[in-house]
């Protein structure tokens, strides 16, 4: 038998090393050392089928176009000449390197990504490649077998069949390809087919949808125009779908596809390890077999039968998508085959070559295969790996930043018993980077890769809700640890699991359930006697034991002795309860498996119950899913409800708030029950979050609690350690993410001030998805900032950031307001309710037509004469800046003054304005399916629905809309604008629901609070608390503006101020306006109290957050 390619390059690293040490002992000049080398070289070249090219100054070797390397270049220099920590000389002789590349992409038009170099003097070789926008040199490695061997597979990759990248791969199997769109019909009129009909394919497919609607709800995410992306996207591949319910079929089968694709990359990856067992010979033949032999081969590796005698147990568990094999036919095959023919021009060099390229190589490959907005409908934000990185760091610094010495026992230690977790771990991003990182750290501190294996299986887990997800995560971490696989000791669990880190499975609690685990399934709930999950690695044999004995069908008494045998089960744990339960799910799962139902529920419930078995962990990390409360699927809402109250997180009020009402995000909940039952005391979580939860009331108030209730009034405090604030950045793909990155640590409790750092992009600069984290930082400022409650009397209220001496000069205007701010009018159906006056007739009549230009619900264009009175100048965000208001339409106001959130009963409408309410009667049924009609006007009364108020009734009504005089500012805006309006025409200006307002008796009052609100006292205080661009009502709840005393002095020049500074901005007088407003800031200074050093510190801190002056770069 041939040699591996990876034995020829051990056999000729190993004769490289001596031929070294044999020249290098005679002191030779760069040519000679050349000529000792250089033949031994050529020979290995030819040996992988390359010509050599010599050239004067180099050597240069070439590949194909879509090899892994196109262009190779040697340069060689006298030895000696290359030192450890680089001098001029060796930095001169990396500059050659990078200037001769840079030469070959410019003659011969390569990409400079495919092109690599090495320095070279017999002593130490330096790698240099072409990454992103910049030259990557590596530190000089010394001359060794380990180094030589990564220097020939370097040239080896000149000879490799095509780079497995994810662009390549999506050049081949994106959905523009015609193999793509042949596979994604063959698959979809084959499941269409097979779900006509009772049998194997249909449970897999509902058992996928109990699990895959757990985090999305179809019909929410592909309802209404949302849809329409898909159908567009879809008709590439030459089908066609109407409904959410063919969305949802199409994706299982995009699944499928996508699934099939990642299992076939694993297979040929480990090819390099396996040799002819199961190398990547076995693809080109399975192309070229007949259906029957193609059908086995594939079912052998879906059952996981080919990885399972190379000893890894569940990379391939016989998942949802291997259902096409029980659904064969003759477009299945073709398509399948033309795949694995494409397939076998791969070459996975690539994956020990360049590690980074190919790290969670399937989450790039689904960057690329779906559309960004299809993948934002279904809530895919896929983490960048700087910005993990920056996770990682800020979690445990020592662990994952800088090069530490070889001889650190301490380090060495931790790196083998450091436990990781992460709990919704997607494709795999966190424990891929992890386990690089021990890699990287078992290579500096010369760990024997047998216990670094054994550590990182041990100690780096990942859950997962999505089985897509989990399996493209099993085969990036098995990718990862490819090269550790020859000194395995035994068989191997990738441990990453199908599992829900939130709703975990419970015990039952009632008389009849307790003792008692319940795992549901498409095919009926399973019940587990409770004595096996209680110990972690009993209930793993428990399920071993499970499913050996049905694929043998043995009877029932000898499963349950064989049970109490193995898991050494004493009397009381094993009593006759437990012993039943065990039987009826042996039989339960032996009939299932008679009838060719089973395959996988063994292995599902083994997975389903790994949150209860894997332990507890050092570090807790990852990118919980950012969905909010009101968008989870109906019954999985109300199955965790309970666990938001276990935690004190809900501070809605109200079962009906529990299920829809709040805008609580799944994020937070996951944080609090993972930092509960897996992390270890003094443990530390580190996840990428929403800024919103230190910056908001509801869920955001809960989570500030910063404790975990152990019963009655104990508690595990949490200790905020830092927190990252990115909103600037943007860092999701085409997504306008709240992004923050925060670190808790379990058992301390929270110290304020918090450090809080608020990164901002420099004017100038860019970075990419794909930006490492240094490219990241060089395009980004810190400032250095830090947090804490706005309220001093309340640790769970919306935090305040700040620089420290701003901090404490803000606390002196912290405080409740003398006045209320209250929400713009909110009509169920704007294009209903929003006008414009297009006639006044001389009967008093007025002619309109409503406004329908960006309307969330369609209705149709109507012009209708109506009576005047209900009609009111509309003033929406767009209309109000700062120092100045003006209306731009009407709205149609159905309540009257006094009358609050009652609407005109209908009979009085009918009788009074017959007009309008004929106008009101055409869009009666889109006002009744309104979400602002079904929240606050239906009630439930004797078990039935029941109207609460008239059809037409709006919401945030009330005395104050009909103030004679009112403060508004923008509720969404980057700053805060405040101005004043009044009235028009003897009619009350009316802000919609975009707008806050505050009501006032005289325009004296509106002037001295809208001049309090411009100042950049106040402006400061809002956004170093408030969501930046929602400044909502409760901004009056923390900020101390007292009642207005006309016989105050300050209090009349800060109103004659504001009504001047109106009178500026109609004028377009920017440099009065300036000079008003810095007259403003010093008198509202004199108002807080505050010093004129206080008062600089505040302005200047502002301009800051404003982007307006540099701040410190240096990193947090």
């Keep these: ?221 592909f309802g209404g125009r949302k849809l329409e992306p898909l159908k567009k996207w879809v008709r590439k591949a030459g089908l066609h779908i109407q409904t959410p319910e063919e969305a949802e079929r199409f994706f299982f089968v995009l699944h499928t596809y996508f699934a099939l694709l990642a299992k076939l990359l694993a297979w040929l990856a480990l090819s390099r390890h396996m040799g002819v067992r199961l190398g990547a010979p076995v693809f080109s033949a399975l192309a070229a077999a007949d259906g029957e032999t193609l059908q ?51 070459d996975p060099t690539t994956l020990s070559l360049f590690p980074e390229e190919t790290r969670d190589l399937f989450k790039k490959l689904y960057h690329y295969l779906l559309p960004r907005e299809i993948r934002h409908n279904l809530g895919e934000y896929y983490t960048p790996d700087w910005l993990a990185w920056r996770l990682l760091v800020q979690l445990d610094n020592t662990f994952f930043a800088g090069t530490p010495s070889p001889n650190d026992e301490k380090l060495r230690q931790k790196l083998l018993s450091t436990r990781f977790l992460d709990p919704a771990c997607g494709s795999g991003t966190f424990p891929v980077l992890v386990i690089g990182r021990m890699l990287e750290l078992g290579r500096l501190l010369m760990v024997p890769e047998r216990d670094l294996l054994e550590a990182i299986l041990k100690n780096v887990v990942g859950f997962d809700l999505n089985p897509l997800a989990v399996l493209t995560a099993r085969v990036n971490y098995l990718l990862a640890i490819s090269d550790l696989l020859q000194y395995r000791q035994g068989d191997i669990t990738i441990p990453i699991y199908l599992a829900d880190s939130v709703r975990t499975p419970a015990e039952g609690q009632d008389l009849f359930s307790q003792g008692i685990f319940v795992f549901p399934t498409a095919v009926g709930d399973f019940q587990v006697p409770a004595a096996l999950v209680t110990a972690p690695k009993r209930f793993d044999r428990f399920c071993e034991i499970l499913e050996s004995s049905i694929r043998s069908e043995v009877d029932p008494q000898a499963f349950l002795e064989r049970t109490r045998r193995e898991l050494d089960l004493n009397p009381s744990e094993w009593d006759d309860n437990a012993r039943k339960l065990a039987e009826e799910l042996y039989t339960k799962l032996l009939d299932l498996h008679r009838r060719g139902l089973n395959g996988l529920w063994a292995r599902l419930l083994k997975n389903n119950f790994a949150p209860l078995t894997v332990g507890q962990f050092d570090y807790i990390v990852g990118n919980p899913p950012w969905v909010n409360w009101e968008h989870l699927p109906d019954n999985y809402r109300r199955s965790i409800a309970p666990l938001w109250a276990r935690y004190e997180i809900f501070s809605h009020k109200g079962f009906d708030a529990i299920l829809g009402k709040s805008k609580d995000d799944i994020s937070v909940l996951m944080t609090y029950t993972v930092m509960d039952k897996l992390l270890k005391d003094k443990g530390r979580l580190g996840f990428v979050i929403t800024q919103s939860v230190f910056k908001t009331g509801g869920g955001g108030q809960g989570f500030r609690r910063f404790r975990i209730p152990q019963g009655k009034e104990q508690f595990t405090p949490l200790a905020v350690i830092h927190v990252d604030d990115m909103v600037d950045l943007n860092p999701f793909e085409g997504a306008s993410n709240r992004t923050a990155v925060m670190v808790l640590e379990k058992g301390k409790p929270t110290k304020y001030p918090v450090p809080y750092t608020v990164w901002r992009k420099k004017r100038g600069t860019r970075f990419t998805y794909d930006s490492t984290l240094d490219e990241v930082l060089s395009a980004t400022r810190r400032l250095h900032f830090f947090a804490e409650p706005v309220d001093p009397k309340d640790p769970t209220s919306p935090w305040l950031t700040a620089r420290p001496k701003v901090l404490k000069a803000v606390r002196k205007i912290l405080g409740k307001s003398d006045y209320r701010a209250r929400k713009g009018v909110t009509p169920s159906v704007n294009s209903v309710f929003w006008l414009i006056e297009a006639l006044k007739r001389p009967d008093g009549l007025i002619l309109i037509h409503n406004l329908t230009e960006g309307a969330k619900v369609e209705v149709g264009e109507v012009s209708e004469t109506i009576e005047p009175d209900l009609l009111y100048p509309l003033l929406r965000g767009r209309d109000v800046k700062r120092w100045r208001a003006e209306p731009s339409a009407m709205i149609l106001i159905t309540h009257e003054p006094g009358m609050r959130l009652k609407a005109i009963p209908e009979k009085e409408m009918q009788t009074r304005y017959p007009r309008t309410y004929g106008y009101l009667k055409r869009f009666e049924q889109v006002l009744r399916r309104s979400a602002v009609f079904r929240r606050y006007f239906i009630r439930k009364k004797g078990g039935e629905l029941v109207d609460a108020g008239p059809f037409y009734s709006m919401f945030n009504v009330g005395d104050y809309t009909f103030a004679p005089w009112k403060v508004v500012w ?147």
Excluded at 322 to 344: G, N, P, Q
Excluded at 1064 to 1088: H, P, S, V
């Design 970 to 1116: 923008r509720e969404i805006a980057s700053d805060l604008t405040a101005a004043v309006v009044s009235s028009r025409e003897g009619k009350t200006i009316v802000p919609d629901h975009k707008l806050v307002l505050v009501a006032c008796s005289s325009d004296i009052e509106a002037h001295f609070i809208c001049a309090l609100l411009n100042s950049s006292i106040v402006r400061f205080v809002a956004l170093g608390y408030a969501i930046q661009t929602q400044f909502a009502p409760h901004l009056l709840d923390f900020i101390r503006i007292p009642r207005y005393n006309p016989t105050d002095p300050l209090h009349r020049r800060l109103s004659e101020l504001s009504q001047a500074a109106h009178e500026a901005a109609q004028a377009g007088d920017e440099k009065r306006l300036e000079a008003l407003e810095a007259e403003i800031d010093r008198e509202a200074a004199k108002l807080w109290g505050l010093t004129e050093a206080e008062l600089r510190e505040i302005q200047e801190s502002l301009r800051e957050l404003e982007g307006e002056v540099p701040a410190a770069e240096e990193e947090a």
């Design 296 to 346: 086995k081969r594939l079912g052998e590796m879906e059952s996981g039968g080919i990885f399972r005698q190379y000893g890894i147990l569940n990379l391939l568990e016989g998942d949802f998508f291997a259902w096409y094999l029980h659904a064969w036919s003759s477009e299945v095959e073709r398509a399948l085959r033309a795949l694995i023919e494409r397939l076998d021009e791969y």
């Design 1 to 221: 038998m041939s040699p591996s390619r990876e034995e020829v390059v051990a056999h000729y690293a190993d004769r490289l090393h001596q031929v070294l040490q044999k020249t290098i002992a005679q002191n030779p000049n760069e040519a000679e050392f050349r000529r000792a080398v250089e033949p031994l070289l050529e020979e290995f070249l030819r040996e992988m089928g390359l010509e050599p090219l010599a050239r004067a100054e180099y050597t240069l070797a070439q590949g194909r176009a879509d090899a892994i390397f196109n262009r190779l270049v040697i340069e060689y220099e006298r030895p000696g000449v290359l030192k450890p920590k680089p001098d001029a000389a060796t930095r001169h002789a990396v500059q050659q390197v990078k200037d001769y590349l840079s030469g070959i992409a410019q003659r011969e038009r390569h990409a400079k990504e495919r092109l690599a170099g090495v320095a070279f003097d017999g002593h130490y070789l330096i790698f240099v490649r072409h990454m992103g926008e910049r030259w990557v040199e590596e530190p000089p490695v010394e001359a060794n077998p380990h180094s030589l061997k990564r220097f020939l597979t370097w040239l080896a990759g000149l000879a490799s069949g095509i780079a497995l990248t994810s662009e390549n791969l999506n050049r081949d199997f994106s959905i523009e390809q015609l193999r793509t769109q042949t596979i994604l019909r063959g698959l979809y009129q084959a499941l269409e087919k097979a779900l006509a009909e009772e049998g194997l394919v249909r449970q897999l497919f509902e058992q996928w949808r109990i699990f895959f609607s757990e985090a999305i709800d179809y019909s929410e995410t």
